[in-house]
């Protein structure tokens, strides 16, 4: 079974680009593989996705069985997560390196949010994450989203 990436941090991002992944994140990764490489890329809403090996290999999997004749949208993210795709290994201080156009998508500068979602990590601008993910104000109308997702 996948480690579960779960929570929030306020991180910086460095001169080269460079994102140092939370400690708890790190160790759910080492329980993947101790010198892992992810892949980074696009998400949605703009964020950028940080997903490890062995999630990426079925993600892709179901990517590229999907029919595609005819589907021009299948095509297109396709093509998208490639051109803004990248392998990215945690080096010996636990950061990985984002590319120029990685940034520019994502709207980061030198702070970012990175957000352990179930299955990924995801690297958000602090203003496009509480747009995107805002806090909970209205308590009933989350009781009833967990009541009807999770019974």
């Not at 079925?58 to 021009?72: C, I, S």
């Not at 297109?76 to 990215?88: E, F």
């Not at 994502?106 to 203003?127: C, D, K, M, T």
Request: one cysteine or more.
């Amino acid at each position: 079974m996948q480690p579960q990436f779960l929570g929030r941090w306020d991180c910086s991002i460095d001169s080269k680009r460079r994102l140092t992944l939370p400690a708890k994140l790190r160790e759910k990764l080492a329980q993947i593989d101790d010198s892992v490489e992810l892949i980074v890329t696009v998400g949605h809403r703009g964020c950028l996705l940080v997903i490890p090996p062995t999630t990426w290999e079925e993600f892709a999997r179901d990517l590229f069985q999907a029919p595609v004749q005819g589907n021009r949208e299948t095509l297109i993210l396709r093509g998208r997560l490639a051109r803004y795709g990248a392998h990215s290994k945690l080096d010996g201080s636990g950061r990985i390196s984002l590319t120029e156009e990685q940034m520019k998508i994502a709207g980061l500068e030198r702070e970012a949010i990175v957000f352990g979602n179930f299955s990924r990590i995801e690297i958000w601008s602090p203003v496009a994450f509480e747009a995107a993910n805002p806090p909970i104000e209205d308590l009933e109308q989350h009781d009833a989203l967990v009541e009807k997702y999770l019974g």
